[in-house]
């Protein structure tokens, strides 16, 4: 069974305050590993898959990058409208996602 | 990006009663369509897949019968929660495939129960 682990639960940063969000993963057949951010009362907005080890890829101030057992997104000097949750799937080899529980980021101004 | 929308964003029926949600791909046509449910500060979790023409494939644990899914067209899916009871108040969540890997998401449906 496909397993997803996302860390920490929450993350509260101050404006400018960098960090990483961290998603380890264990699946039969990775076709590709998805970031998603998903604000209260909204769907998924999808942000970046990545397919193989070493890939990375960027959009504005978040990074995303893949290794063999875990993905991590980085948030570099974040601003307030970066707050959202983030949450992490992987893809197996029957198109299905399996969604991590999310990493809920708060930036204070 | 693809776009994917559903209707009714929110609903509210009393117990006992069916009510019909629409998952549309606005801009492409999907290969496949899944439904997802959602709980307060939870995970989405996978109800459901379907293929324009063909049976849903439902996840262990869904019943089939509650959930009717039916996707008429490649643009078009329903899902239909049959006489329905608080405890299927959630949050449910469409995607459609466009036919590499990614998967676009809908706004989602709330649904009360009461």
């Known amino acids: 069974e496909d397993q997803v682990t996302q860390s920490p639960e929450a993350l509260r940063l101050q404006e400018g305050e960098s960090s990483s969000l961290n998603c380890s993963y264990t699946?039969?057949?990775?076709?590709?590993l998805f970031w998603y951010r998903q604000d209260p009362g909204k769907g998924p907005e999808f942000l970046f898959t990545l397919y193989s080890a070493g890939e990375e890829k960027e959009k504005e101030r978040l990074k995303a990058t893949l290794t063999k057992k875990e993905s991590f997104l980085h948030i570099t000097a974040p601003k307030p409208e970066d707050s959202a949750t983030y949450l992490c799937?992987?893809?197996?080899?029957?198109?299905?996602?399996?969604f991590g529980a999310g990493t809920t980021v708060t930036v204070r101004a | 990006g693809a776009v994917v929308s559903q209707h009714p964003s929110r609903v509210i029926c009393k117990s006992g009663t069916s009510v019909k949600i629409e998952c549309r791909s606005l801009?492409?046509?999907?290969?496949?369509m899944f439904w997802y449910r959602q709980f307060p500060k939870k995970s989405l979790m996978l109800m459901a897949t379907?293929?324009?023409?063909?049976?849903?494939?439902?996840e262990q644990g869904v019943e089939k019968d509650k959930f009717l899914i039916n996707h008429a067209s490649l643009t078009l899916s329903t899902l239909t929660v049959t006489s329905a009871h608080p405890e299927d108040s959630s949050f449910y969540i469409c995607?459609?495939?466009?036919?590499?890997?990614?998967?676009?998401f809908g706004p989602g449906t709330r649904l009360t129960v009461t």
């Open positions: 699946v039969s057949g990775l076709r590709g």
């Open positions: 799937a992987v893809q197996g080899w029957d198109y299905k996602l399996s």
């Open positions: 379907s293929n324009e023409g063909s049976k849903a494939t439902y």
């Open positions: 801009d492409f046509q999907a290969t496949t």
């Open positions: 995607s459609a495939r466009v036919g590499g890997n990614e998967q676009y």
